[in-house]
Every structure is written in structure tokens, then in C-alpha cells.
Nanobody
Framework: QVQLVESGGGLVQPGGSLRLSCAAS????????MRWYRQAPGKQREFVGWITRGGSTYYVDSVKGRFTISRDNAKNTLYLQMNSLKPEDTAVYYCHADYNFGYWGQGTQVTVSS
């Protein structure tokens, strides 16, 4: 069965960095685009960015220049490098696989606070 397991979240001060990982299994990871989303308290889940199977990336304006999405197809793992973090980046971060009708991970909490 398809599994997506995020890790790497935590508490970080403003201006700090975190790298999230999403370990994928149950499908041919290299064949599918992958996405990151986030959901802040009291808000709807929002799209952060995606990476195609070929490695092209796209980001929403609010994270452009600060976040970088990458993938390691040999390890079946998706990454989200987050730099210059702001309090408004506080959210649960989810990875999503564009496989079949789509699959979600369970999420990992990122809290940006001093």
C-alpha cells in the first residue's frame, strides 16, 4: 500500500532553517510529481510547491526564494528545505503524491517562534 511519511519538523526561531523529508513507498516514486502543502491553525490547507518527475519545481510567491523542493529517486524521498523561516510559516506540512487519485502523508508540525 502507498505510504508517505513526513519527518523533520520542529520548533525553530525566526530566520532559522529546517529540512523536511517525505519517505514514499508502495508506488514507483520516480514516475510521479510530488507536492508540499501546509495548514496553519484555523486556516485551510494551502499549496506550497511541487516538483515534477523530471525535477522541475514551482513555488507559491510566499515561499519563493526561501524554500527549495528536491527529490532523491534512489531513496524514494522528497525534501523541503526551508530557510529564513518566519512565524507565518508555522503550520503542519504535508507531502502529496500525484499517484492515482492522490495520497497524503500524516503531516509534520513546524513552529517558528522566538
Amino acid at each position: 500500500q502507498v505510504q508517505l511519511v513526513e519527518s523533520g519538523g520542529g520548533l525553530v526561531q525566526p530566520g532559522g532553517s529546517l529540512r523536511l523529508s517525505c519517505a514514499a513507498s508502495g508506488f514507483t516514486f520516480s514516475n510521479y510529481a510530488m507536492r508540499w502543502y501546509r495548514q496553519a491553525p484555523g486556516k485551510q490547507r494551502e499549496f506550497v510547491g511541487w516538483i515534477t518527475r523530471g525535477g522541475s519545481t514551482y513555488y507559491v510567491d510566499s515561499v519563493k526564494g526561501r524554500f527549495t523542493i528536491s527529490r532523491d529517486n534512489a531513496k524514494n524521498t522528497l525534501y523541503l528545505q526551508m530557510n529564513s523561516l518566519k512565524p507565518e510559516d508555522t503550520a503542519v506540512y504535508y507531502c502529496h503524491a500525484d499517484y492515482n487519485f492522490g495520497y497524503w502523508g500524516q503531516g509534520t508540525q513546524v513552529t517558528v517562534s522566538s
